[in-house]
């Protein structure tokens, strides 16, 4: 069922203003988004992942739920910081595997097949948030960007309403830093 997006910013807003039974209201609203964009990022893993998406959905909730500091602005706002959570989680969980391949305080065990394609996703997955960490330093704009539209699934407008930009600086940034980013990674 689609709520209308100026229902979920009002509930957002009456939430950042201190009203409690604002975010009871609201997360009827928002969970199949929350769970499509979940199942999004974790399509992206490989087989195996130690993370299920109902796992990295509740993660997610719980720290979009802690985030009282913040003064909720629109519906797109807030897919957007769930969108960076959900890409911080799930590089938390490839720094905590690749801890635990080369030790972690534990005995070590030879890998078999399936650990060895599991520590390689880890190592994709951190190479991408180092990279985005690069970007960051050097355009804070297009990291943005990769962050609303990769992982949180934002629309070109979608993601120009956010920025307050236009969906034409949206779409060459995109293009533009798509190729910056394969370029990045791939000399890693």
Do not use: C
Request: charged share 30%; hydrophobic share 40%; net charge positive.
């Amino acid at each position: 069922m689609t709520h209308a997006p100026h229902e979920v910013t009002r509930l957002l807003k009456a939430w950042s203003d201190g009203d409690q039974s604002a975010l009871d209201k609201l997360m009827p609203l928002v969970y199949d988004e929350l769970h499509r964009l979940a199942h999004q990022h974790m399509r992206r893993e490989k087989p195996g992942h130690m993370l299920q998406t109902s796992a990295l959905l509740n993660e997610a909730y719980m720290r979009l739920v802690d985030q009282s500091q913040i003064r909720w602005e629109s519906r797109t706002h807030f897919f957007g910081i769930a969108a960076r959570l959900m890409r911080q989680i799930l590089v938390d969980e490839a720094r905590r595997r690749s801890y635990a391949k080369r030790g972690g305080g534990t005995i070590q065990v030879p890998f078999d097949e399936a650990a060895a394609a599991r520590q390689e996703q880890s190592v994709n997955v951190m190479a991408l948030d180092d990279a985005m960490k690069s970007l960051e330093k050097i355009d804070e704009r297009k990291s943005r960007i990769v962050e609303l539209r990769f992982f949180g699934g934002l629309s070109i407008e979608e993601t120009a309403e956010v920025l307050k930009v236009s969906p034409g600086t949206v779409m060459r940034d995109w293009t533009f830093t798509r190729a910056w980013l394969r370029k990045e990674m791939s000399a890693d």
